[in-house]
């Protein structure tokens, strides 16, 4: 069994008043890609952000590296070797491609794969053709591109990526599942978030189903294909 480098127990996450998450336990294992499933509004980006140290209210515990990091601010978190790749993108649009990558850049870490601008864009050979392009004159596609990319020149031992494939063309999706598959072979652990059920079965070995902040599933992407009751009431549009 490979060593668990994220566990979550007893998550509960608010947002003023309002109760979003309920008791959320998950584990992430060293190499593996996890699937965060539901429909909009089910609690996926909530969970990261709570992971991630971005929530001002929080209960529970989360364990990462065998670290405790509940109460760890994100730029603790992120030296500590986990990376997030937002939703919305977030580049710098006043920098090039080389400038923002630059800006992501950390050390070298034992056990965690190494990147350069250089393996990146062999990456993505999209942003190898545009170093001194300015993120603000890209596309959506591209700019997701970019913010994994930037992400990855941190060396994390585990990247946070939210909805990879929303809202960018099918070309671009293609692309991002070849990535995700790209990068579990460079040892890297993911933690993704996804209504996709198709995208998810490409690239994640298990999954977590969310619904109104509650987990209503947990297990392997061929349990979850065959549990039909769990994709009609938590994943069906």
């Avoid at 979550?8 to 190499?31: E, Q, T």
């Avoid at 980006?45 to 989360?62: C, D, N, P």
């Amino acid at each position: 069994m490979q060593e668990t480098i994220l566990e979550v127990n007893g998550l509960n996450a608010f947002y003023g008043r309002a109760h979003i998450l309920f008791d959320v336990d998950l584990k992430v294992r060293k190499g593996e890609v996890v699937a965060l499933m539901g429909r909009n509004g089910a609690g996926k980006s909530t969970t990261m952000k709570a992971i991630m140290g971005m929530l001002s209210r929080t209960q529970g515990e989360v364990s990462f590296m065998g670290n405790a990091i509940a109460k760890s601010p994100p730029h603790v978190i992120s030296k500590m070797g986990m990376g997030f790749v937002p939703e919305d993108r977030r580049v710098f649009t006043d920098l090039t491609v080389l400038e923002n990558l630059e800006v992501g850049s950390q050390a070298e870490r034992e056990g965690a794969p190494y990147w350069t601008a250089e393996k990146l864009f062999e990456l993505f050979p999209n942003l190898g053709e545009m170093p001194h392009r300015p993120g603000g004159n890209m596309s959506g596609g591209e700019q997701q591109m970019l913010t994994v990319s930037r992400t990855l020149m941190g060396n994390p031992y585990l990247v946070l990526l939210d909805e990879p494939s929303e809202g960018v063309a099918p070309v671009i999706v293609e692309q991002m599942a070849n990535m995700i598959m790209a990068l579990k072979k460079q040892g890297l652990t993911i933690l993704l978030s996804e209504q996709n059920l198709q995208f998810a079965d490409l690239v994640c070995d298990r999954a977590y189903v969310l619904e109104n902040g509650h987990v209503r599933f947990e297990g392997t992407m061929e349990e979850l294909d065959a549990n039909e009751d769990v994709r009609r009431n938590y994943l069906s549009v």
